[in-house]
């Protein structure tokens, strides 16, 4: 288990600047602006090359090396991790059978509304409770991350302690990651970009676990931070187009919800994962922090798999544009789940059975494998 550092929470008082050897110049570049995104790249394109020109260290030896000298991962931090990826498993599982399961019986959802139900469920009480947390600690505390993204490496050496409160998201992050892996081909409904989403789940924790062992947490937490937001009004909105009806009823104001929580997703995917992410979390690692550790070890490493991350973003990015593309259109006139397998056969299961649009009692399960990601046809 990590222990409190002493980290500078504020790095421009003199108080921790004293005890970190971090100047007093260092706390100027809070109120520093972020660039754009032509400046961005144009400063990461040149970062990259004096990077590359200057890595002596380069090649299969240094990585290794490298990895001796500034990795810094214990069997307990192992146990741990593997310990509460089973824990979520388990708790995900009695959480489905005695509340969320139950829950949609008793709300008479639809059969396949019933089916994705407890999913959205687990992961809205996740990603909600993991933010706020998160929140707590960048803007309602002193870390100066968010306001100050370049602060995520003040302070850094190998091996540095990781403060209790970071190590306790950062854990419960990467063991519900974990558990996402096994949760997204055994339990999750199945949907057209679930093979892109288990990519993301594996590239994630790669990320939480790497940058925990080179003590690149602040970035992490980060990072975490500007993601996690998205996924809240996703499961939020998902939700509510569940409930749209239920008990053979529609619900008009579950209809609002899910338009309001779709503009809402969508804007705040684009603030928080399109702009933010960029102009934040990469600028630190790709520029600020060659200038504040121009020796940090796998730069390269960690700032591929950040913009796999932003690619990933703004694939799905396309995805919601598509589909609001088509709600003004008129091609779908309400909110639906827009990462459905495949729509027409979503349609399809839920036409009442025998063609008697009248009859709302019964309706047939449309061919589409709702669980087990493993089965390769979802169409037999």
Not at 166 to 192: E, P
Not at 257 to 279: D, K, M, Q
Not at 345 to 365: C, F, Q, T, V
Request: aromatic share 16%; net charge neutral.
């Amino acid at each position: 288990m990590a222990e409190e550092d002493e980290w500078p929470r504020n790095p421009g008082t003199s108080g921790s600047s004293s005890s970190t050897g971090i100047s007093e110049s260092a706390g100027a570049d809070a109120s520093a602006e972020m660039p754009g995104y032509v400046e961005l790249f144009s400063l990461a394109q040149g970062t990259w090359r004096r990077a590359w020109r200057d890595c002596a260290g380069c090649g299969y030896a240094g990585a290794w090396d490298a990895l001796r000298e500034s990795a810094f991962v214990s069997w307990s931090d192992a146990a741990i991790l593997l310990g509460l990826a089973l824990g979520w498993t388990l708790l995900r599982h009695a959480a489905t059978e005695k509340v969320f399961g139950p829950m949609a019986q008793w709300l008479r959802l639809r059969p396949a509304d019933a089916d994705k139900f407890p999913e959205s469920c687990w992961k809205l009480l996740f990603y909600l409770a993991i933010w706020l947390y998160a929140a707590h600690l960048l803007v309602k505390e002193e870390y100066p991350f968010y306001h100050n993204p370049a602060a995520v490496f003040y302070g850094w050496k190998r091996g540095i302690e990781v403060p209790t409160d970071i190590y306790l998201a950062y854990v419960a992050q990467a063991s519900f990651y974990a558990h996402s892996i096994y949760g997204t081909l055994y339990m999750d409904a199945w949907r057209k970009d679930s093979p892109v989403m288990l990519l993301h789940h594996v590239i994630t924790l790669s990320l939480l676990i790497s940058s925990y062992a080179f003590r690149y947490h602040n970035v992490g937490m980060l990072a975490l931070f500007l993601h996690d937001v998205t996924d809240i009004q996703l499961e939020f909105t998902k939700l509510n187009v569940y409930l749209k009806t239920r008990n053979n009823t529609y619900h008009r104001l579950n209809n609002i919800l899910s338009n309001i929580g779709c503009i809402t997703f969508a804007v705040s995917w684009f603030v928080f994962r399109l702009y933010w992410f960029p102009l934040k979390v990469l600028y630190a690692t790709c520029v600020s922090s060659m200038q504040t550790v121009p020796d940090i070890p796998f730069y390269f490493f960690f700032n591929c798999l950040l913009f796999t991350i932003a690619l990933m973003n703004l694939y799905w990015f396309s995805l919601i544009l598509m589909f609001v593309m088509k709600v003004v259109t008129g091609r779908i006139t309400e909110v639906d789940d827009v990462r459905e397998y495949d729509i027409e056969l979503k349609k399809a299961e839920m036409r009442p059975a025998g063609g008697d649009a009248s009859n709302k009692n019964h309706y047939i399960k449309g061919k589409v494998a709702q669980m087990n990601g493993l089965v390769k046809d979802k169409r037999q």
